[in-house]
């Protein structure tokens, strides 16, 4: 799919400096201050409030392209939810990953229920565009009733034992929701999540990949990947 093209007219700072900033956001368990503070190491002084806009304009169009140029994912999808607390309020972010670990969607919805899950799964069926060979889940009746109505023929294994890897993927959430301090919005949440997670699926390196040299071969590609991404290669 083409890339989206992304316009930085009336913008003080380059491109570059742009999108190293979002990306150093986005890509590592850095606070706004943080990533304030690397950039005037390096003689770029913006402030932290300029980077929160950077990322909320850019981060966006740049995660869209990120996932035009993914490939096809995994057939196996693994479902999980996890509690989030919004303003004092409880929330359940849906997330689906497959046997790779690549994160394919999440949704926060304000239920745990059948209702909730059955969007969970028409949205990966219509965006991805084909029904996997099996979904694996935890024991949350909600996941049966859903797929007995989306795709009753569906493979589906329901085991708390053989969904590590979904349970294993909010882990970096997690980390992020405690730098960031939680979040203030809904909005804020799912908007957050969706570029965070498809810089993670970049820029992960996968289990085939994972020796010294095809690492550091996967990084440069994914470099260039970002640049494209950025409209700045």
Known sequence: MPILSISYKRHRFPPQIISHAVWLYVRFNLSLREVEEMLLER?????????????????????????????RPGDVWHLDEVAVRISSKSFWLWRAVDQHGVVLEE???PRRNKRAAKRLLFRLMKRLGFVPKRIITDKLRSY???KREVAPG????????????????HLPFRKRERTMQGFRT???????????S???????VP???????????HHLEVFDAWKAATNIA
């Open 186 to 196: 809904p909005g804020g949440l799912q908007r957050f999540v969706s570029v965070h």
């Open 198 to 204: 498809s810089t993670r699926n970049c820029f992960s």
């Open 207 to 217: 289990a085939r990949r994972r020796t010294a040299m095809t690492s550091r071969y």
């Open 43 to 71: 003689g770029i002084d913006v402030s932290y409030e300029t980077i929160r806009r950077w990322a909320a304009k850019f981060g966006p169009q740049i995660a869209r392209n990120l996932r035009r140029r993914q490939g």
């Open 154 to 169: 569906l493979d589906h294994w329901s085991h708390k034992g053989l969904n590590n890897r979904a349970e294993n993927s």
């Open 144 to 146: 049966g009733a859903a």
């Open 107 to 109: 949704i926060l919805q």
